[in-house]
């Protein structure tokens, strides 16, 4: 028992509100390595040690409960002992000893008196599984142990005899094994019971639904949990280890200061930020303070914070004005404090992202915008007043309809805005000569099928989409299950030439539709990369009402090289203006009908997507 730190086991179990309370003013000093240790045992044990224990165990709880554990511990020797106790009834091969006193792995150790009726039984990831919270069964991603109830993944895991180690910080290592004898009733050996009351005690007075992130310990335990998805399973952290690494402790320091949920709220979109996942987002259900827009678009253009939208009557600020200061402070401050944290897998998906978020905030509040243009310097108060769902998609879209005609021979789509309705305009597209995509944005309904109507050959592109078949801790020897879209030409084929204008608002599904126009060149992109983020979105909750969304699968370009951190990039670059924005002036859409008008001339030319 623990009795060395907390006086017997009664101070961990017996209410988590007096624990917190007593606790919620240490100062993290020596406690942040603790952690550290803590939390890379965490996911090692939650996610490869294979006993039923492990399996059983509510690990947003023991999350918590360890964290309450390690915090106190006085020195290296401490915390081993700590270490030890915590998880003795979770994982009892588990061992943890000083780095300058290593310990062969002893398979005797995980070997029954008689092997007969036992079977291997080991971690798969096909990414990661959550259980029912999101998935209820129906998600690709998927978590099972061998030889237990689940069907197998995939062929090959971790045989008997196969074990790990691992630094752990604070001079300490931990080594476990990767698989282990099980029989129909238990692996083997059982674990010891030895601390096993404590926790259920701890396990049964707490109430779960009354976990809240102005609670340090529940900080703490959702900053190690959220930290160990990244660690293990997002597939996108080769090159940021040592990055991620920081950033744990960071955020174990900076749960220490927190105070609100909100101030909670803004470590884990820290924490995240950090992984440069564009799909990263960390969500507070009935969050108050992020509910409504100014009713004005800015953006980056020319190094100046621009109003590009005007969304309300009576409004004396006009597009092509400079905004100088918000609310007294000067308005690149204010944008540079929300980059951290806002992802940056690409520069224009960060810059459309701070720019959108310096927007928003609590319903009615008034914000003073100081702004100039060629009358001086004026000042006005604006309301945010747009609600943050229809406001998303408005500031997002360039308000083009979903389809115009430019001239009789070029068609404009918007594919943003015409969903499912493409379907149906299929036949006519071969009446234009040349055809204008609009992809600044997300094609919602547009099926990829239509991507056939494009093409002239069947597509050989077979594995861009890797689902991660994870067998070892940190993503160590990673394989993967490829997928494609198996694309075969579609009639009627379109014989228009195809102009494609982008930026880094196409994300996910979009820069998938681009990567074929791209790797097939069946047209010309026009304006600025996309955001460079893509794969399936794989969400978990964790306590207090918390949402993290995150990307769980692999997707690179179709030659196999990489598209995260860089995406789909154009043929033809455009900058927006200020002139451009003052005059209303679409110059990504001027642009491509431009090259539309110069195809018609030069056919050869844009069907190679060359300019």
Request: aromatic share 12%; charged share 20%.
């Amino acid at each position: 028992m623990l009795t060395l730190l907390f006086c017997g086991s009664v101070f961990l179990h017996s209410a988590y509100a007096q624990t917190q309370s007593a606790t919620s003013s240490m100062a993290p000093g020596r406690s942040v390595e603790n952690l550290y240790s803590f939390a890379k045992v965490y996911g090692y044990v939650k996610y490869f040690h294979p006993s039923d224990e492990a399996f059983e165990l509510d690990w947003d709880l023991f999350a918590i409960y360890g964290a309450m554990n390690v915090v106190k511990a006085r020195d290296t020797q401490e915390l081993k002992q700590i270490l030890e106790e915590t998880f003795s009834f979770v994982a009892p091969t588990l061992k943890i000893f000083p780095a300058h006193e290593p310990i062969p792995f002893n398979i005797e150790d995980i070997t029954p008196p008689s092997k007969e009726n036992y079977k291997t039984v080991t971690w798969q990831h096909l990414g990661v599984g959550f259980g029912n919270h999101f998935t209820r069964g129906k998600s690709r991603f998927k978590s099972i142990r061998t030889n237990r109830k689940e069907i197998i993944l995939y062929v090959g895991h971790p045989q008997i005899g196969e074990s790990f180690e691992r630094d752990i910080g604070s001079g300490l290592v931990c080594q476990s094994p990767l698989a282990l004898y099980g029989d129909s009733e238990h692996t083997y050996p059982k674990a010891s019971q030895a601390m096993f009351e404590d926790w259920k005690a701890f396990e049964s007075g707490t109430d779960k639904d009354a976990l809240s992130g102005a609670q340090l310990f529940t900080r703490l335990g959702n900053v190690i949990n959220c930290w160990n998805v990244f660690q293990h399973f997002y597939p996108y952290l080769e090159g940021r280890e040592k990055e991620w690494e920081q950033a744990l402790r960071m955020a174990l320091k900076a749960s220490y200061s927190d105070q609100t949920v909100y101030d909670h709220l803004a470590t884990l979109k820290k924490l995240l930020a950090a992984s440069d996942d564009g799909h990263g987002m960390a969500i507070l259900k009935g969050d108050v303070t992020a509910q409504y827009y100014l009713p004005i678009r800015w953006e980056w253009i020319e190094g100046e914070l621009v109003v590009s939208g005007i969304f309300e009557n009576n409004i004396s600020i006009r597009p092509g004005d400079i905004v100088v200061a918000i609310n007294g402070q000067p308005a690149r401050q204010v944008i540079d404090s929300l980059r951290q944290l806002v992802p940056n897998p690409t520069p224009g998906y960060n810059d459309h992202h701070t720019a959108l978020d310096a927007l928003l905030g609590p319903e009615g509040e008034k914000v003073e915008i100081s702004y100039r243009n060629e009358t001086g310097v004026h000042r006005e108060t604006l309301i945010r007043s747009l609600p943050v769902k229809s406001g998303y998609s408005l500031l997002s879209r360039e308000g083009h309809p979903a389809k115009m005609e430019i001239d009789s021979s070029i068609l404009y789509i918007n594919l943003d805005e015409i969903g499912k309705d493409i379907e149906g305009l299929i036949p006519e597209l071969n009446n234009y000569t040349s055809i204008i995509f609009d992809m600044r944005g997300y094609p919602r309904n547009v099926p990829h099928t239509l991507l056939g109507n494009f093409m002239s050959e069947v597509d050989t592109s077979r594995y861009w989409m890797k689902y991660p078949q994870i067998r070892y801790p940190d993503q160590e020897n990673v394989t993967y299950l490829g997928k494609g879209w198996y694309l075969r030409p579609r009639t009627p084929k379109i014989n228009a030439n195809l102009v494609f204008i982008l930026d880094a608002r196409a994300i996910s599904y979009a820069e998938s539709f681009m990567s074929f126009i791209k790797h097939y060149h069946l047209g010309t992109i026009v304006g600025q990369p996309s955001a460079g983020t893509n794969g399936n979105i794989h969400p978990f909750k964790l306590p207090g009402n918390y949402y993290v969304q995150w990307t769980g699968l692999k997707v690179v370009k179709h030659d196999g090289s990489k598209l995260h951190g860089i995406g789909i990039l154009p043929d033809v670059y455009v900058n927006k203006t200020i002139e451009g924005v003052k005059e209303k002036k679409d110059e990504f859409l001027l642009k491509a009908i431009e090259i539309a008008k110069n195809s018609q001339k030069h056919p050869a030319t844009i069907s190679k997507g060359k300019h």
